[in-house]
């Protein structure tokens, strides 16, 4: 099955500082690559998405890079505010996999103001 | 977006009873819909997919008879935890899949923490 293994753990950045979050993942039929925040106690948010045909997607501050060949993707985050602390994870599944999405541990970002 | 809701948001009950959460789509038709369970910092764990009119399909580990799904319509899918005990305590989240065009992206309900005493 599909493993997903995502890094930093933890990231503490400064506000105004970019964020950087890597993952990567083992099955190759996978094909869409989602990024979710969560706040403590609440539902996960879908912050931004990829799928396998494409390479780069960007959403003002937030852009998300796929290499395919090496099976990695990365999440962006530029000029960061403190709003943006939360827990983030990354996941990879989609429709050759009927849609299940198998989750990172996650990245507890910290923005210091 | 779409909305998927999840009731109740919380329960507490004593070992050995069982609980029921419901996960509705609100204003789509979800043909697959999702059951994860969250234990405390850590990640989303996928336990089944359940389809409308099937059978739920469970990750390996996670016991069927234990944890019962239905999905008897296109908005509705219910998980049963049955003869819960403590370790059962977790936060459980539902997701589901539009039905309609092509389109993976997963709507997550707001999650139904349990607690098991």
């Known amino acids: 099955g599909e493993n997903v293994e995502q890094h930093p753990s933890t990231l503490s950045v400064q506000e105004g500082d970019s964020a950087v979050i890597k993952c990567t993942y083992s099955?190759?039929?996978?094909?869409?690559f989602p990024w979710y925040k969560q706040e403590l106690g609440k539902r996960p948010q879908l912050i931004i998405d990829i799928r396998s045909n494409v390479g780069e997607k960007k959403d003002q501050r937030i852009a998300v890079t796929l290499n395919k060949t090496a099976k990695h993707f990365s999440l962006h985050i530029t000029e960061t505010q403190p709003e943006d602390s939360a827990v983030y994870f990354c996941a990879a599944g989609g429709s050759n996999s009927g849609y299940a999405l198998n989750f990172g541990k996650g990245t507890s970002l910290l923005v210091t103001p | 977006g779409a909305v998927v809701s999840q009731h109740p948001s919380w329960v507490i009950c004593k070992s050995g009873t069982s609980v029921k959460i419901e996960c509705r789509s609100l204003d789509f038709q979800a043909t697959t819909m999702f059951w994860y369970r969250q234990f405390p910092k850590q990640s989303l764990m996928l336990m089944a997919t359940s389809n409308e009119g099937s059978k739920a399909t469970y990750e390996q580990g996670v016991e069927k008879d234990k944890f019962l799904i239905n999905h008897a319509s296109l908005t509705l899918s219910t998980l049963t935890v049955t003869s819960a005990h403590p370790e059962d305590s977790s936060f459980y989240i539902c997701s589901a899949v539009t039905a309609t065009g092509y389109s993976e992206t997963q709507y997550f309900g707001p999650g139904t923490r349990l607690l098991v005493l």
């Open positions: 099955d190759s039929a996978s094909n869409y």
